[in-house]
């Protein structure tokens, strides 16, 4: 069974950076397309961004869309999201997912996804 653990959360300003990581046990995580949600205290779970097997097609949310770069490095079995000029509104929980099903282009619904990590909290002061 594979399970994902997301790392590299914190507290920071406005407009400042954070890297977070997602390391998925189990089996490699090159076999499995990947992703990040994030929910806000009191708001649903959204889709921040995904990203293929091999790395070549990646997809982002609107909002997050040149601030964010997703990435993968199947060799060490983990995920990056590089979130860059954080703003306050992106203070959230956020969660590694994987897709242990075969992929069929549908990447922006968490029923998407089979298996899903802890959360990392993310909080940007203003």
């Known amino acids: 069974q594979v399970q994902p653990v997301e790392s590299g959360g914190g507290l920071v300003q406005a407009g400042d950076s954070l890297r977070l990581s997602c390391v998925a046990s189990?089996?490699?995580?090159?076999?499995?397309?990947m992703g990040w949600f994030r929910q806000a205290p009191g708001k649903e779970r959204e889709f921040v961004a995904a990203?293929?097997?091999?790395?070549?097609?990646?997809y982002y949310a609107i909002s997050v869309k040149g601030r964010f770069t997703i990435s993968r490095d199947n060799a060490n079995n983990t995920m990056y999201l590089q979130m860059n000029s954080l703003k306050p509104e992106d203070t959230a929980v956020y969660y590694c997912?994987?897709?242990?099903?075969?992929?069929?282009?549908?990447?922006?619904?968490?029923?998407?996804?089979?298996?899903w990590g802890q959360g990392t909290q993310v909080t940007v002061s203003s």
């Open positions: 189990g089996r490699t995580s090159g076999s499995y397309f």
């Open positions: 997912a994987a897709r242990l099903r075969p992929y069929t282009g549908s990447y922006y619904y968490g029923n998407d996804y089979d298996a």
């Open positions: 990203i293929s097997r091999s790395g070549g097609n990646i």
